[in-house]
């Protein structure tokens, strides 16, 4: 192992845990990745030393959380490169952006009759709030289909694209196939429809740089846990212009300007989206991780991820009986397979016994799992401290299922 990747692994204390007797093998970085001491320690600094509510309190703590709290928007700023703080607004995670996203962007721009674009390779997440905006506007879903390796049918997008479409939502990475899909041209296409465009960052925002100007995307939704950082916390990036034009969700404290009983009056952003006591101790942690991304560095995180995925991936074809899911061109850090006649759930258990951690089952993505006649997948995904030597040992509890099941 080099000596730059032994330095990554030092640094996360669950990755010497060991499991059922064996050392953990964690190969389910797409559900959440493993937390870096700077992310713990700044927890644990934060409730010793600095608990307080924040935007709230004239006492010291909270004058202080409210500066770290407001530092810590400006450090995603810098890393989306979005062109104002506001435009970055904390959520619990990716699930609440896109409902955030359905509910105002919807209450503001979608009416009966228009169009909004999925694809058929979405995760839940980004599925079932824009079907039930549809339901509740009148609003039809069109969806752009797959072909058989997992990549966008980009033809047929350009067909979808039409002067009714009022938003187009894809992943920017498939949580399941692990395509990395063509969001420039998507964003671009969308936009010479007239389209506004939402990006799904859930399984990109670790594992390649997200600069939001470069991209024109009109929003991008992502999870910090997913990106060595703490639960709870995720961000809606928006274009100021259409944050300000969409009412607020939530409704509360924190939120207002002026409360009668006759009549409210909202906050400026990004508080207006920003109901209620937020994570505090989150978002301060969340700086740590992405500090963690930045030394580590893009270049190695795609070269260590690139090198898994095509390990990983030589190594299984080589098993009888197993078979990809999902071969695109352009991959993140996701292997998904199946093994002939065995339950994924069966398998995942059996590795589980080996120490390996994989995810089973439908990965929340039905609609891509019936695309392709199945009911799940075993899921391998990687982080950048994952080694081959961990892929060694998922190959061999896979032969032991093999032979189990033989
Ligand atoms: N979008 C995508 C593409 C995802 O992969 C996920 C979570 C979400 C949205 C929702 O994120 P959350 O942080 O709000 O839950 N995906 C997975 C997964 O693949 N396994 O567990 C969670």
Not at 71 to 100: C, M
Not at 121 to 145: S, Y
Not at 194 to 220: C, E, I, K, N, T
Not at 291 to 300: A, C, K, R, S, Y
Request: with cysteine; proline share 4%; hydrophobic share 40%.
């Amino acid at each position: 192992m080099n000596e730059k990747l032994q330095k990554i692994r030092q640094q996360f204390p669950i990755l010497n845990c060991e499991v059922n007797g064996k050392p953990l093998v964690y190969l389910d970085n797409a559900a959440t990745t493993q937390k870096p001491q700077s992310v713990i320690d700044r927890i644990t600094r934060y409730y010793m030393q600095e608990n307080s509510n924040v935007h709230r309190g004239l006492h010291h703590l909270s004058q202080m959380g409210t500066a770290a709290f407001e530092e810590s928007r400006r450090a995603f700023q810098k890393f989306l490169n979005s062109e104002l703080p506001e435009e970055v607004i904390f959520t619990k995670g990716t699930t609440e952006s896109i409902n955030l996203l359905a509910f105002s962007f919807g209450a503001a721009f979608i009416h009966e009759g228009d169009e909004i674009i999925i694809s058929v390779m979405e995760h839940h997440a980004n599925i079932v709030p824009w079907q039930q905006l549809c339901g509740r506007t009148g609003a039809v879903l069109k969806v752009v289909p797959v072909n058989d390796v997992g990549e966008l049918e980009m033809e047929e997008y350009k067909k979808l694209l039409g002067p009714k479409v009022k938003l187009v939502s894809i992943a920017h990475v498939s949580n399941t196939l692990g395509t990395v899909n063509p969001v420039a041209e998507i964003v671009r296409l969308g936009h010479e429809a007239g389209a506004r465009v939402h990006l799904d960052g859930a399984q990109a925002a670790a594992h390649v740089p997200v600069d939001v100007r470069a991209l024109d995307v009109d929003f991008y939704s992502l999870s910090v846990h997913k990106m060595y950082g703490p639960m709870g916390v995720g961000i809606l990036y928006g274009k100021a212009d259409l944050l300000n034009a969409m009412p607020p969700w939530q409704t509360g404290g924190e939120m207002i300007n002026k409360v009668t009983f006759e009549k409210t009056t909202f906050a400026d952003l990004p508080y207006k989206f920003e109901t209620g006591t937020p994570d505090v101790a989150g978002v301060l942690a969340s700086v740590p991780a992405l500090e963690f991304l930045q030394d580590v560095g893009w270049d190695f995180i795609a070269e260590r991820e690139h090198a898994l995925v095509k390990y990983a991936t030589e190594k299984l074809a080589q098993v009888d009986g197993v078979s990809l899911v999902g071969t695109a061109k352009e991959k993140g850090g996701v292997v998904s397979f199946n093994i002939d006649g065995v339950h994924s759930a069966d398998a995942a258990t059996i590795f589980d016994h080996f120490g390996v951690a994989v995810r089973s089952g439908h990965h929340c993505a039905q609609p891509i799992m019936a695309r392709y006649g199945i009911t799940g997948t075993l899921r391998a995904s990687f982080a950048v401290y994952n080694t081959e030597e961990e892929i060694d040992v998922l190959v061999k509890a896979i032969e032991k299922t093999v032979q189990m099941f033989g």
